[in-house]
């Protein structure tokens, strides 16, 4: 049989790795910070681009879709011309991916820490730079589709499996949760309201984990571990049974993370169903994993990158175990809104992706550059520093969640709560953080290791940029096979169409209802849109960052109901573009803040919260005093809300700026009464509005406590 030349592009995969590196450096540094943020707060350094609010989702997303991102495209790029015996489908294409990929990075952080998000989590960025995320997901695809097309193998391995699964969830998921009206170049509001908007936000959330964070990494365990261990995968049967199974029911997990919220219970149900049937896909790839190394535990006592593939395993089966163990409700009850949702989240990312970054990094670039590994001892070093790094980092982050979740809840004799003070529980579990700032910084100390290590890796070697291969031409398809599978793994667009089918349906059963049966969501005849001075307040604190401390969703406990007031009602966000429940208390819940404290209180609060709360870690807000509100796109949002369906009228939209003038003269009144002197045009007045219209706009149960609640 003749042979057919060609070379695998090399260049891609070593841009890539390289930028896996840095950007891991980058994120992870900013991880560090804003763990020390919220021990010192000081290292807020009191300027509005430093803040933690501003700062922490620049640290997730550069972790996600900069250090993360990258390593996928890494090891896709490696190992998908390999299995498919073809080089990519063009060198342009993979050019335009990797700078587009690049530019969107950078763009994303410099945006987030000027003010400009959306507030979704892992989905921050603003609608012009959603657009150019989706550009560029494109042309992965078209590179991708157009390699597996032009492949040389006729069956496609189980990796490229997980990489087209990948490619078109993700695609689907990004559109749907990016569905925005745009009303400035970086200001825009989402088309879904309250419920709504909190169903698809955690749809996408917990699916961009399993379908960015997951899916692509065990597409690589497929590829590069057989790779590294030089054994078969385990089991092919077991690899069909895991790829259709968690493809399947992973999409239908994302309501757990809204348990006991205003979410309707069916859905809620639905949620933690499929959560804990997300255990047997989840070890089943673990397992398989795993047992890839029977025979070789020897090499994995000698070999680092093995060593990183284990711990990388075991830390995937831990965070899958753990997250179905959440979504049950009497354990979410507890933990939720806790550190330990922080730790859940870290054992993944630091262990799983990771540990396995580090491996594909230590196996793959000292092949591209066709020497070996510089230091396999400074390996070692790396990985017992990221080992002692996870276990400083999640092990305090445990215990604090059992301090959070016992202090919050517990009542006195008497039958009222011990801790009313919120900021009780926050004081005490600061040597917690202090000990994961601690584990940051092992953590971080062994990623340099690396970089350093796979510097001089690459700087005694020489990059083979077009490594030379050579393959059959792709056979004749024929219809012989046996199994129904093996015959569609030689079809890939209907491959496509049938993971699509798989990961449409759980979505579309959960939201379709929510979104047409009105009944889901009742309506409150009292709940009233925002008027334009609190909508500009609103945007303010989405601007800050205030929901990554904050909630904005009281659950139906007594504890909370003790600590914060009535529990929230769907009905009280349909006008709530984006919902703000939050996903950890930093701070106290602020759903029914709105008159509980005078205007000077709020006031002082922001100027520096050791005023009011002597000990508080939350940053300072003095420029909200120092900058004038900028009323410029006033008209255009509430026109962009009308159009969304909020009921403002002619009027109100034509007299919006006297009626913003008329309100904030209010509060700058009473303010003077209180010896406070600040002008009416200044955007602490409007954020003020915001937090004292929050939650009045129904009445609250008369048995409710009226307890203090202080950051």
Same mark, same amino acid.
């Given at each position: ?9 090399n260049k891609?995969?070593? /841009? $890539? ?6 950007w ?9 910070l804003v763990?020390?943020? %919220?021990?010192w707060?000081a290292?807020n ?10 700062v922490?989702?620049?640290? @997730?997303n550069?972790?996600?879709?900069? !250090? &993360?991102?990258?390593?996928i495209f ?14 990519m489908?063009?060198?342009?294409l993979s ?5 587009g990929?690049?530019?969107v ?10 003010g400009y ?13 959603d657009?150019g ?7 992965f ?11 040389r193998e006729r069956?496609?391995?189980v990796?490229?499996w997980f990489?087209?699964? @990948? !490619?078109?969830?993700v695609?689907i998921?990004?559109?749907?949760n ?6 400035? $170049?970086?200001?825009s509001y ?8 909190a ?11 399993a ?5 692509p990494?065990l597409g690589?365990?497929y590829y590069f571990?057989?790779k590294m261990?030089?054994? =078969?995968v ?21 309501p757990h993370h ?7 219970s ?5 949620g933690?169903? !499929?959560?804990i049937?997300?255990?047997?896909p ?6 398989n994993?795993?047992l ?7 090499k994995?006592?000698?070999e ?9 395993l ?11 163990m959440?979504?049950?409700k009497? &354990?979410?009850a507890?933990a ?6 922080v730790?859940h989240v ?10 396995m970054t580090?491996?594909? %990094?230590?196996?793959l670039l000292?092949?591209v550059?066709? @020497? +070996?590994?510089?230091?396999?001892k400074?390996?070692s070093?790396h990985?017992w ?6 276990l !400083? ?9 059992i301090?959070?979740g016992l ?5 006195t004799? #008497? ?12 004081l005490e ?5 202090m ?11 062994g ?13 005694k070697?020489?990059l083979?940029? /077009? ?6 031409? %792709? #056979?004749?398809l ?5 199994s129904?599978?093996?015959?569609? +793994?030689r079809?890939?667009?209907?491959f496509?169409?049938?993971a ?6 759980g979505g579309m059963?959960e939201?379709? =209802? ?15 849109p925002?008027?334009a001075l609190?909508l500009q307040?609103?945007?303010l ?12 969703a ?5 504890s909370? @109901?003790?600590r914060?007031? #009535?529990?929230s009602?769907a009905g009280e ?14 701070g106290?819940?602020?759903q ?5 404290y005078?205007?000077k209180w709020h006031f002082?609060h ?5 005023i ?13 005093i120092d900058?004038?509100l ?13 159009? %969304?369906?909020? =009921? ?14 008329k ?10 009464q209180n010896?406070?002197?600040v002008?009416?045009?200044?955007e602490?007045?409007a954020?003020?509005a915001?937090l004292?219209r929050?939650g009045?706009d129904?009445?609250?149960?008369? /048995?409710?406590?009226?307890?203090t609640?202080?950051?």
């Open positions: 049989m003749q042979l057919e030349q060609f070379n695998y592009d891609i995969v070593r /841009n $890539f790795g390289v930028a896996t590196i840095v891991g450096i980058v994120g992870m540094s900013i991880g560090l763990a020390m943020q %919220l021990v707060p290292l350094f009191a300027t509005q681009y430093s803040t933690f609010g501003r922490r989702p620049v640290h @997730t550069a972790v996600i879709f900069a !250090f &993360v991102g990258n390593a890494m090891g896709v790029y490696y190992s998908l011309q390999r299995v498919l015996k073809a080089r489908f063009s060198d342009v050019k335009i991916h990797f700078w990929w690049q530019l990075i950078i763009a994303s952080a410099i945006t987030l820490l000027l998000t959306s507030s979704h989590e892992y989905a921050e960025m603003e609608w012009p730079i657009i995320i989706t550009l560029i997901w494109v042309v695809g078209i590179n991708m589709f157009g390699t597996i097309i032009k492949r069956h496609m391995y990796a490229v990489y087209i699964a @990948t !490619f078109v969830t695609a998921l990004h559109i749907v990016s569905m925005q009206l745009p009303v400035s $170049f970086w200001k989402y088309v879904y309201a309250g419920v709504q908007d169903l698809v936000q955690w749809w996408y959330g917990h699916n961009a984990v379908f960015f964070l997951t899916t990494f690589m365990m571990l057989p261990a030089n054994r =078969p385990y089991s092919y049967k077991l690899s069909i049974l895991h790829f259709w199974s968690l493809i399947f029911i992973y999409i239908w997990a994302g809204l348990l006991y919220t205003a979410l309707p069916w859905v809620q149900s639905l933690v169903v !499929f959560s049937m997300l255990i047997a989840s070890w089943g790839g673990m397992i994993g795993l890839t190394l029977r025979g070789a535990w020897d994995v006592r000698t680092p990158t093995l060593k990183f593939m284990v711990v990388a075991t830390a995937y089966g831990m965070a899958t175990f753990e997250g179905p959440l979504s049950l009497q &354990v979410n507890i939720h809104f806790t550190d330990w949702i730790a870290h054992i993944g990312a630091l262990g799983w992706n990771g540990f580090f491996a594909i %990094l230590y196996w000292p092949r550059y066709d @020497t +070996e590994l510089y230091s396999k400074l390996a070093v990985f520093l990221g080992t002692l790094g996870i !400083f980092y999640a092990v305090p982050m445990y215990w604090a969640a301090v959070q202090m919050w809840k517990e009542f004799p #008497e039958g009222i709560l011990k801790y009313p003070n919120f900021l009780a529980t926050t579990i600061l040597p917690m953080h000990m994961r700032a601690l584990g940051g910084a092992f953590y971080l100390a990623v340099i290791l690396m970089a350093y290590n796979l510097v001089k890796t690459m700087q070697g020489t083979l940029a /077009n490594e030379p291969a050579e393959a059959p031409a %792709l #056979e004749p024929t219809v012989n096979e046996k129904t599978h093996r015959r569609l +793994e079809k890939p667009m209907l496509m169409v049938l699509l089918i798989a990961i449409l349906i059963v939201m379709l =209802p929510t979104f047409t049966i009105s009944s889901n969501i009742p309506t409150i005849q009292s709940v009233q925002y008027t609190e307040g609103r945007d604190y989405i601007r800050e960052g205030c929901v990554n401390c904050h909630t904005q009281i659950r139906p406990f007594r909370e @109901t003790a914060y007031g #009535e529990y009602k966000y349909v006008y709530d573009r984006p919902f703000l429940w939050g996903s950890k208390r930093t106290p819940d602020l029914r803040i709105g008159g509980k005078p205007n002082d922001l100027l520096d919260p050791t009011t709360s002597p000990g508080s870690i939350m940053p300072q807000y003095g420029w909200l900058q004038k900028d009323n410029s796109t006033l008209v255009g949002k509430l026109n962009a809300m009308r159009i %969304l369906g909020v =009921p403002y009228s002619n009027e109100q939209i034509a007299n919006a700026q006297n009626d913003l003038n309100q904030a003269q209010g509060i700058v009144d009473d303010l003077k010896q406070v002197h002008t009416a045009d200044r602490i007045i954020m003020i915001y004292q929050m009045t129904i009445k609250a149960n008369k /048995n409710t406590e009226n307890t609640v202080e950051n």
